[in-house]
């Protein structure tokens, strides 16, 4: 198994992607903490994950700095040590062309999509640097690669993640500290079936028309799935990937090929 005996912290682990990276890791051996705001959602996850001691659910706001950094610190505290820094939670409050963007838009998706990461992080290696091993690993998005209309703030926080990551890997790389970003394509999560009619009326168009612009550009054809996004998490998590760093890995079925 390749994260034998490791400790995990997921944020925004309860549904989605970073369920299904909880998932993966447990399945690889490891101990895991995930996050989410609801404490019925988080108990429910539990209760399928089935996993025993090996997984704990922590309520939380990620966008509060408290709770971010108890979140991190409940890997520790619960298992001895943590090993995996896992940044999943995000979303996208709102949609908007830039020049209608309202301030609470901008700041409700670089609060969630940004700053969230930022505390973690830096949480995170009060933790990993001292034991001079660890991942961090920080979910961004192919909008953090180009920009779509109507996602303007969504992109720009996840061009701004990418950013952080690659200096959190130049300063601690020396130290045995990795910190990557994964790129997903549009993912038919629950979050874009919920949101995915909201943004497309937006821009005028219908949420089938929607989907074909993204599943359009990539060179598969389809939309990119959990399984693979959770793999590369993996990967990056693991010994395997000990020799990337400050990368930002698109999982987007060639949509940004170019």
Excluded at 99 to 106: F, K, R, S, V
Excluded at 165 to 183: F, W
Aim: with cysteine; glycine share 14%.
């Amino acid at each position: 198994m390749e994260l034998d005996g490791k400790v995990a912290v997921v944020t925004g682990g309860t549904r989605g992607i970073g369920r299904r990276i909880v998932e993966r890791y447990l399945e690889e051996g490891a101990s895991v903490v995930f996050s989410g705001r609801d404490e019925a959602k988080g108990a429910q996850a539990l209760k399928e994950l089935e996993a025993g001691d090996r997984a704990a659910f922590v309520q939380g706001d990620v966008t509060r700095r408290q709770d971010a950094e108890r979140m991190v610190d409940a890997g520790v505290e619960r298992y001895g040590r943590l090993d995996v820094l896992v940044n999943n939670a995000g979303g996208m409050p709102g949609f908007a062309v830039v020049g209608e963007t309202d301030d609470a838009l901008w700041h409700d998706t670089l609060a969630v999509n940004l700053h969230a990461v930022f505390y973690a992080t830096r949480r995170a290696l009060a933790h990993l640097v001292p034991q001079g091993s660890g991942r961090i690993i920080t979910l961004s998005s192919i909008e953090g690669k180009q920009a779509d209309p109507g996602l303007g703030a969504y992109a720009t926080a996840k061009h701004a993640v990418i950013g952080l990551m690659r200096a959190v890997a130049r300063e601690v790389g020396p130290l045995g500290v990795t910190a990557n970003c994964i790129c997903p394509g549009i993912v038919l999560t629950d979050m874009i079936r919920d949101q995915g009619p909201l943004a497309a009326r937006t821009l005028g168009v219908t949420y089938d028309q929607l989907l074909g612009v993204f599943t359009g550009k990539a060179a598969t054809g389809r939309a990119t799935t959990v399984d693979e996004v959770a793999a590369v998490a993996v990967l990056l998590a693991a010994e395997a990937g000990a020799g990337i760093t400050g990368a930002a890995l698109p999982v987007d079925g060639g949509a940004t090929c170019s």
